[in-house]
């Protein structure tokens, strides 16, 4: 599986950013995806996970209410809408696929096959 995440950039408190993931090399329908992210200095965390066909989702509790996790399983895509930035938002952010998942969603990253790059984020006070 290959990932590659784009969307990231540099937006005031309050914005909102549209992060997207494309995945190729295996069918996207058949696995679960997440987002992390990584601030300097930190461990990777959790952010959100949306199973194989997007009926169950779970997020990281500082996102709730302002991250939606969705995916586009005809464009073997997967979205991190973010609303109501943070500057405590500011990291990296990771797609990830966990291809042997099962059961309840994973918010450990060792958990998780595969990686995108990553793109910044970087909100602004």
């Known amino acids: 599986v290959q990932l590659q995440a784009c969307g990231g950039g540099l937006v005031q408190a309050g914005g909102s950013l549209r992060l997207s993931c494309a995945a190729s090399?295996?069918?996207?329908?058949?696995?679960?995806m997440g987002w992390f992210h990584q601030a300097p200095g930190k461990e990777r965390e959790f952010v959100a996970a949306?199973?194989?066909?997007?009926?169950?989702?779970s997020y990281a509790d500082p996102v709730k209410g302002r991250f939606t996790i969705s995916r586009d399983n005809a464009k073997n895509t997967v979205f991190l809408q973010m609303n109501s930035l943070k500057p405590e938002d500011t990291a990296v952010y990771y797609c990830?696929?966990?291809?042997?998942?099962?059961?309840?969603?994973?918010?450990?990253?060792?958990?998780?096959?595969?990686w995108g790059q990553g793109t910044l984020v970087t909100v602004s006070s």
């Open positions: 090399g295996r069918t996207f329908s058949g696995y679960r």
């Open positions: 990830a696929a966990d291809v042997n998942g099962w059961g309840t969603l994973d918010m450990r990253p060792s958990e998780y096959e595969y």
């Open positions: 949306i199973s194989e066909g997007g009926g169950r989702i």
